[in-house]
């Protein structure tokens, strides 16, 4: 699996590096066994190619592997799973103390990504501390308490848009990313499903409330145009982060991933809980 960038590490010294901006004489002497894998909490190592045409590309050294909850972590397992699952039912009623570590686990995420950008001393920020020799630590993908009964809660891994993949079909995955907008639809039943689309010039994902939202939080989609209203016509940015089944969008060829929403818990816009935030906004409607 090819991986679009590595993060490198030297001492102190922690940036990302593109495939592009290496050739294997600057790799052998300055980069070999200083690479690993970007993605939060993963410790795999990276090594840099080069083909003979000069195609450039990282991928993972071998023997390495990737965490668990990694977009490039490939199990052969996985591999035989994905080709039996085709639009398979997932447990999406997910509780409010999965969701909350969920969340938690993500704003280590965005802490630690931030925090690369400018120059890092960041030993109290943790988990991706990367041993001399690249070995993985033991990392907890999130899964839900233990103690509830009948089913086994899903593990939920956390995605940025452009770690998203056909693997992740399916699946309850955290997503995050900026909105561009939103629109509310009406279907010929006269239910309502609504959607935001995330603002990416090279994933084409969206956010979806289908009519199961609006009949689990009738209260909530209600106020939706005044949702809408503020997200169209605002300037700033939203970042919105939300917990949901990822599905693939219709049509093919392959169009871009839908994220299905059913619980209003599960998803935050500016760090603020859904219902919050559109509380806040009756509030000052009628100020
Ligand atoms: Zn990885």
Redesign the pocket.
């Known amino acids: 699996m090819k ?1 679009p960038k590595a993060l490198y590490i030297d001492d102190n010294r922690k940036d990302f590096k593109f495939p592009q901006q290496l050739d294997k004489d600057l790799y052998n002497e300055r980069f070999k066994n200083k690479l690993f ?3 939060y909490g ?3 190592k990276i090594s840099f190619n080069e083909r003979k045409d000069g195609y450039k590309y990282f991928s ?1 050294w071998n023997k390495s592997s ?2 668990e909850d ?4 490939v199990t052969y397992k996985d591999e035989i799973k994905r080709s039996k699952v085709l639009d398979k039912q997932v447990d999406t009623n997910l509780s409010q103390s999965h969701i909350d570590k969920i969340f938690k686990r993500l704003d280590g995420k965005l802490k630690y990504e931030n925090n690369l950008d400018t120059t890092v001393t960041d030993e109290q920020n943790g988990s991706k501390l990367v041993n001399e020799n690249g070995t993985k630590e033991n990392i907890q993908p999130i899964i839900g308490d233990s103690d509830s009964s009948t089913t086994k809660p899903p593990k939920v891994y956390i995605r940025a848009l452009d770690e998203l993949s056909k693997r992740d079909f399916n699946k309850i995955r955290c997503v995050y990313g900026s909105i561009k907008n939103m629109q509310i639809e009406k279907n010929q039943d006269g239910s309502k499903y609504a959607y935001m689309n995330f603002d990416s010039s090279e994933v084409n994902a969206s956010i979806c409330f289908p009519p199961a939202f609006a009949v689990n939080n009738q209260v909530l989609i209600d106020k939706f145009d005044l949702l809408r209203e503020y997200i169209n016509t605002n300037s700033e940015t939203f970042l919105c982060q939300c917990i949901g089944d990822v599905k693939s969008k219709k049509g093919k060829p392959f169009k871009g991933y839908n994220v299905n929403i059913f619980q209003a818990e599960a998803i935050r816009i500016n760090d603020i809980p859904l219902e919050r935030f559109i509380y806040n906004l009756v509030i000052s409607s009628k100020l």
């Open positions: 991986i894998c970007h993605f993963c410790n795999a993972t990737h965490a990694c977009p490039y972590c």
